[in-house]
């Protein structure tokens, strides 16, 4: 089945031909590790990991390279170093690990290297300051880089087809963008490839002196020496780049520029994700509606629930997080879960394969699930659920929740609420509705009465002692 994707360089839908079917080779950017991800950091893992799926269902696990960097060298980490006296090594290594075990929790597979090495397929951009360095000495002698004060730069008008990926002008580039002002620079756009570093920063020696990498340089030399390298024809190319749209520029742009200067091919196929919103406002701080993956698995909301809502809407358009997304997505996930129970699995329908070769049309790969579970093929439903990722996360949601019987806290609700309304002394009846909340009980009050259901994190032993 031929896998199309929506390449960013060309704007349009494409046939997925690999370099070599043998070694299908993508990379994407990966986190800062400083803190904690945030739920939007976990939509282009989500996403290139329901590709990375496709991929290997494709081509054999054994056939696909999946490489993810983490960027464990930046002046967030060192402002958070600074701020907690912890040392900056500490700092990544918890964040890192952090990264990790929120991401399993929303069933992404780790990348690897053909199927096997996992931590080789996870660079951190530390163990790759000499590729760096060498990768800058090159721009540098080819006359697309220059030194200056202490810094290496890129001359970004040294590369004619700068801006080519976001359909920018430079001046729209320079009118749109935070430009670092300095005097230093020959153009106010050429980027920074190497900076000095004081004694309480991170450093390496370099021609240029005891320094640090830029970011930009950081995935160009690590997505080359992982997987350009291995170019069948040498010419230093691979097959997909991925990340968030967010990224297109300044950090896409300026890794396809110091690349093709380097006399590197670069990714073939470039694609990028929409951002996400939470009941449809821009996720922030001020407004209250900033949280992160852990937060959401920390309140109860199961990691196959996130996915799922996640994958309810196409990759390249913008997200829409909801609380009644949530609960749908609960809802129909326990029904699945129950109706799937111990069955032996079955192929992939090749419906639900269709729907993702599509251009990661995942929306419609549910559409055909729903199709499955309400036909009763409960083999191709618990396949399709697999396909999907629904099935590797370490804990999945109690499938009988829907039949556990509360009728008794039903009775006892409606007694201490006919109570409250005679003495208006409503304490008790707040209280005991906290404690089926805390419980995991979803309660509804109306004038017909309560209605107690299992949600999120229902557990029952918390209902001891409260009749």
Wanted: hydrophobic share 40%; with cysteine.
């Amino acid at each position: 089945m031929t896998i199309k994707l929506h390449n960013t360089a060309t704007r349009r839908k494409e046939d997925f031909v690999p370099l070599d079917k043998d070694d299908v080779r993508m990379y994407v950017c990966g986190p800062t590790v400083y803190d904690r991800a945030h739920l939007g950091n976990a939509r282009p893992v989500i996403v290139f990991d329901t590709l990375y799926r496709l991929l290997r269902h494709t081509y054999g696990e054994d056939h696909v390279t999946y490489v993810r960097n983490f960027t464990d060298v930046d002046d967030k980490i060192n402002a958070r170093a600074a701020e907690s006296g912890r040392s900056i090594g500490e700092i990544t290594a918890e964040t890192t690990q952090w990264y990790l075990d929120d991401m399993a929790a929303v069933g992404a597979l780790q990348p690897s290297i053909k199927g096997t090495d996992h931590e080789r397929a996870m660079p951190r951009a530390t163990q790759w300051i000499a590729p760096m360095i060498a990768m800058i000495e090159d721009l540098i002698a080819k006359g697309h880089a220059y030194e200056a004060d202490g810094h290496a730069l890129f001359a970004v008008e040294s590369y004619k087809n700068y801006g080519a990926l976001s359909g920018r002008s430079v001046d729209d580039m320079i009118a749109g963008a935070r430009v670092e002002v300095a005097p230093y620079k020959r153009n106010p756009m050429d980027f920074v490839l190497w900076k000095p570093s004081t004694d309480d920063q991170p450093g390496w020696d370099s021609p240029w002196g005891r320094g640090r990498p830029g970011w930009h340089i950081e995935c160009s030399a690590m997505a080359y020496e992982l997987l350009g390298k291995n170019d069948p024809e040498g010419l230093g190319r691979f097959d997909i780049h991925g990340g968030g749209n967010d990224l297109q520029f300044p950090h896409h742009e300026n890794e396809i520029a110091q690349s093709k200067c380097a006399g590197h091919g670069f990714a073939n196929y470039w694609l990028h994700n929409e951002m996400l919103q939470v009941e449809g406002k821009k996720m922030s701080k001020s407004l209250g509606n900033f949280f992160t993956v852990r937060d959401l698995l920390d309140q109860g909301v199961p990691g196959e629930v996130i996915r799922f809502v996640m994958l309810g809407t196409h990759y390249r358009k913008p997200m829409d997080w909801t609380e009644a997304k949530r609960q749908e997505a609960e809802k129909t996930l326990r029904k699945w879960y129950g109706q799937i129970g111990d069955v032996n699995i079955g192929g992939v329908p090749s419906a639900v394969i269709a729907a993702v070769s599509d251009d990661l049309n995942t929306s419609g790969a549910i559409a055909e699930l729903h199709k499955l579970s309400s036909s009763g093929d409960v083999a191709g439903l618990k396949a399709g659920m697999g396909f999907l990722g629904f099935l590797d996360m370490q804990t999945r949601l109690d499938a009988a929740g829907d039949d556990v019987d509360l009728s008794v806290y039903v009775e006892h609700f409606d007694a201490v609420r006919a109570e409250a309304m005679e003495t208006k002394d409503f304490g008790p009846l707040d209280a005991l509705k906290t404690q089926l909340t805390d419980a995991g009980v979803e309660v509804k009050m109306s004038k017909e009465g309560v209605s107690l259901t299992p949600a999120v994190g229902f557990d029952a032993e918390k209902l001891q002692g409260l009749l």
